[in-house]
């Protein structure tokens, strides 16, 4: 159990750093973010010797935690403080009053270490993609059925898979998007300060972060989107600190910046549209102050974020021939326009639908629905029909398959899904949506200290949902692509929260919030941890099949238990584009290590991959097919190879 060797030059920086006497929450953001970099450099240069495993892995780790002790060692200059924030201001014991946000953490951390990956993405292609990367020592394309696990952004993944190898097991891969939470409550209460706020203000942004459904439920998952967050956190605080820092310190916040911005768009497609506004405050803010003499700086920045996505954009250029391959892709082969996630039709009418459609969703109340999953409860029956009736009113289709995401080839209908109030891929937040228009309407009609450098990071963040909305097709479970916007959004209610509201009751809405967070957390639809079937007393191994059901369990564990014992060693896999793959590994190899398993008869655009080593000279025992059938159900079989 040797997973904490990938996190030791994250501490060893974090200690340098401490000893220079940086502020905890700068030196938290920078180290990580160094650290994330570092994560895609020795990821990428393994990859291509072959070396993911084991031992060069813990070479390479420890090898970058003496280069920065000797780096550390001839650092030039005397101990610096970095830019100060306010610290101003008594909390108080109101600050007792945002205890069920510790709650929040620990729950999650518990969570995180107890269950295992079990979301329905990380079954299809999070974790599965990992599991090939293990058997091949390397990131790079293989034939399969499941595209996403190519063209999808890695960087999340590659943390897991460091922290796999590191571990022997997958026991600590929900902890990354836990730590990924625990950065941005640092990062986001360090943005309040760095907006003004003092410290009931910045532990408020902090609580309102902590209290956010999705973020709750995400926090103990191997989804991407709390890690996008972070990533966007430390990008706004560089941008921040190197708008009013010195010359010296400067290009080390754009640099910074860079890195961060790098980062972002390695873990998830929608950094490009949620950062764009960010980026553009950036180079404008240099150019300002600065003029030509920015150019330089901006250069390298930019410079940073093509070194770190070079390995992902060279495989996409030689797979799809495109550098983002085919990020727009969902999870099908075909390519048409209804399975495209980008918007077919443009203009200000596409920008309004997709604008209150998103919204509308975020509104949901989470009010559990008795009369089932999949048919909405009065609320969400309201909330979906004024949303319908003021598109039709404004002449838009609410189910324009242009600008609505097919789903698994079938028109998508419109509506509102607030009884999933406890699933990662569906959690509104209703009251962070309402607080953060009443923080921006606040800074609108009265005149706050700071009020320009307030309504500049609120028209950011508006701007990033604004080309969100303009560029990607609606789809039902877009609140989970909102997280990053929640999270950046924290940070200026809790500014507003304690310039407009007292003390007591700024820390009594937070922590209302707080504690009606704590409900999706316990009763989370794939890992609770109360109620009659919950994380504690169920077998780990019948954990990962939560989002897939009994039934499909039932057959997975009854084709495969007697493959390891009739000695088939070469497993092929024939799936649909959308199929649970990560518990075939886990079966076959738990009792079978050295099973080898791959895809075969692939006829997607990946499929010329398997004229490549190591899959060209890789000849089945046995297939494990489970392809789409007729109304709607699936074939599920083993059979001998063709």
């Excluded at 920086?13 to 180290?31: E, G, T």
């Excluded at 960087?155 to 190898?165: G, N, P, R, V």
């Excluded at 950036?282 to 770190?308: M, T």
């Excluded at 979906?384 to 600008?403: F, K, N, S």
Aim: hydrophobic residues 55%; positive net charge.
């Amino acid at each position: 159990m040797f997973f904490f060797i990938p996190l030791i030059p994250l501490c060893v920086l974090l200690i340098v750093y401490k000893r220079r006497h940086w502020p905890l929450r700068r030196a938290v953001l920078m180290s990580a973010t160094i650290w994330g970099v570092m994560l895609a450099g020795v990821t990428e240069i393994l990859s291509l010797l072959h070396a993911l495993t084991f031992g060069p892995l813990c070479a390479a780790w420890l090898g970058l935690t003496v280069v920065i002790l000797i780096a550390a060692a001839k650092w030039p200059g005397a101990a610096r403080d970095a830019e100060a924030v306010d610290a101003s201001g008594r909390v108080g014991a109101a600050a007792w009053l945002l205890l069920p946000g510790v709650f929040i953490i620990a729950g999650a951390l518990v969570t995180a270490l107890a269950c295992p990956p079990n979301n329905y993405d990380s079954m299809t292609y999070h974790m599965a993609r990992v599991a090939h990367w293990v058997q091949d020592a390397s990131v790079e394309y293989y034939p399969t059925h499941i595209l996403r696990q190519l063209h999808m952004p890695p960087l999340a993944e590659y943390a897991i898979l460091h922290l796999q190898i590191a571990s022997g097991g997958d026991r600590f891969a929900n902890c990354v998007q836990w730590l990924a939470m625990a950065g941005c409550l640092m990062g986001i209460s360090l943005i309040a300060a760095q907006l003004g706020a003092g410290r009931v203000g910045q532990l408020l942004a902090a609580g309102i972060c902590a209290a956010i459904p999705m973020g709750a439920l995400q926090s103990s998952t191997t989804q991407n989107d709390y890690v996008l967050s972070l990533w966007l956190v430390c990008l706004v605080s560089f941008i921040l600190s190197a708008a009013n820092a010195q010359q010296r310190d400067r290009w080390m916040y754009v640099l910074a910046a860079g890195g961060a911005m790098g980062l972002a768009v390695l873990t998830k497609g929608t950094a490009y549209l949620l950062a764009a506004p960010f980026v553009i405050w950036l180079v404008a803010s240099q150019l300002r102050r600065r003029r030509l003499r920015a150019i330089p700086a901006l250069a390298a920045a930019g410079a940073i974020v093509l070194a770190v996505n070079a390995g992902f954009y060279c495989r996409n250029l030689d797979l799809y021939h495109a550098p983002l391959g085919w990020g727009l892709a969902g999870p099908h082969a075909d390519m048409s326009a209804g399975n495209r996630l980008d918007n077919q039709a443009w203009g200000p009418r596409v920008l309004a639908s997709n604008l209150l459609r998103n919204v509308a969703m975020e509104l949901a109340p989470p009010i559990n629905n008795p009369r089932g999953l999949r048919e909405g409860g009065p609320a969400d029956q309201a909330i979906t029909a004024a949303a319908r009736g003021a598109l039709h009113a404004i002449g838009a289709d609410p189910d324009d398959p242009q600008t609505t995401y097919a789903d698994f080839g079938r028109r998508q209908r419109f509506e509102v899904y607030g009884f999933l109030w406890n699933d990662e891929n569906f959690a509104a937040a209703p009251a962070h949506i309402v607080l953060f228009a009443a923080a921006a309407a606040g800074l609108a009609l009265l005149r706050l200290p700071q009020r320009r450098l307030l309504l500049l990071y609120a028209a950011a963040i508006i701007a990033g949902f604004l080309f969100f909305c303009l560029f990607l097709k609606w789809q039902p479970w877009h609140a989970r692509l909102h997280l990053p916007l929640l999270v950046l959004g924290s940070a200026l209610t809790g500014v507003v929260l304690e310039r407009l509201a007292g003390r007591w009751v700024a820390a009594a809405i937070v922590s209302v919030l707080l504690i009606a967070a704590t409900a999706p957390l316990l009763w989370a639809a794939n890992r609770p941890m109360l109620g009659q079937r919950n994380i504690f007393n169920t077998p780990r191994d019948e954990l990962y099949f939560a989002a897939a059901g009994p039934q499909q369990e039932a057959i997975y564990r009854d084709l495969l238990r007697e493959l390891p014992l009739r000695r088939f060693n070469k497993i092929g896999l024939v799936l649909g584009g959308d199929n649970i793959e990560y518990p075939i590994w886990v079966l076959l190899r738990g009792s079978s290590p050295t099973t080898e398993i791959r895809h075969v008869e692939v006829v997607n655009i990946s499929g010329v991959l398997a004229k490549r080593p190591p899959a060209a000279a890789f000849a089945p025992d046995i297939i494990f097919e489970n392809v789409p059938a007729a109304g709607g159900t699936y074939t599920i079989r083993l059979r001998q190879a063709f």
